[in-house]
């Protein structure tokens, strides 16, 4: 747990690109008074930790910048998910709720109790989902000034099994999950991660899980801006679950990398 961690960072690319690589959950930090709400023992807390971050994403995405011809923008959740999870609706319109997962977790991954029921979110959201979201739209603002266009690539990981807490579950989980939306998710853009991400087993649409991430300021209204979120199984790359990366690491970043560059 920490104290002083930045709850987000924006690391600027090339003045022309118009890509934000957007890393919402690889952190495991959580500030202290934050940490005092959650119920959990110091133990399960690591072991749910373990579970629910999307372990060495930030780093995936760092070497694919660094491999990519022209250097994307890149935006890095530096909190655990267990403070707030910016990619969640913070109202009814968030399904997760229903499982205790909403933009304030309440419950674990195994659907156990994470806070007490009851737990008002309110002071979560003020002081960290709300900066986060208008300096994501902030960012994507800024690319679309600079370039015309903005395309945010989400970059997750997921489970090799699924989890208790997963409403979609059931369904195929390939080496790399293209999350698309009907609006947002351009058929060139699909392709071009299908190509890109054939090196690293394989790619499948939208299961387990489905979607992308767009501010929304431009959700549903603006075509300038492009986004796919991009799942990959975490056996592909690390031990599970929170253990260390292995050698596919590199051969992922080269795939992100690649995409990069065709965007």
């Given at each position: 747990m920490t104290e002083s961690a930045p709850s987000f960072e924006l690391l600027p690319g090339a003045a022309e690109s118009p890509v934000l690589l957007h890393v919402p959950h690889s952190a495991r930090a959580i500030p202290g008074d934050v940490r005092d709400g959650i119920v959990l023992d110091d133990a399960a807390l690591e072991r749910e930790l373990d579970h629910i971050t999307d372990a060495h994403t930030a780093e995936i995405a760092g070497r694919a910048a660094e491999l990519a011809g022209i250097t994307p923008w890149r935006f890095v959740n530096r909190l655990s998910r267990l403070v707030v999870d910016p990619e969640r609706?913070?109202?009814e319109r968030e399904e997760m709720t229903a499982v205790g997962m909403g933009a304030v977790y309440t419950r674990t991954t195994h659907r156990g109790e994470l806070r007490p029921a009851g737990t008002d979110s309110e002071p979560l959201?003020?002081?960290?989902?709300?900066p986060y979201a208008e300096a994501v739209r902030r960012a994507v603002a800024d690319r679309l000034a600079a370039t015309g266009r903005a395309v945010v690539?989400?970059?997750h990981s997921y489970p090799s099994a699924p989890l208790p807490y997963e409403l979609h579950g059931t369904g195929p989980r390939p080496p790399v999950c293209l999350g698309t939306d009907a609006f947002h998710t351009p058929a060139e853009l699909t392709e071009a991660a299908?190509?890109?991400?054939a090196r690293c087993g394989g790619t499948g649409l939208d299961s387990p899980f489905a979607g992308t991430y767009v501010p929304l300021e431009f959700y549903g209204t603006d075509a300038r801006v492009g986004a796919l979120m991009v799942e990959i199984r975490r056996d592909t790359y690390m031990t599970e679950p929170g253990g260390p990366a292995g050698?596919?690491?590199?051969?992922l970043a080269a795939a992100l990398g690649a995409l990069v560059d065709a965007v």
């Open positions: 609706f913070p109202d959201l003020a002081r960290y989902y709300r690539i989400d970059v299908r190509q890109a991400f050698p596919g690491l590199d051969r």
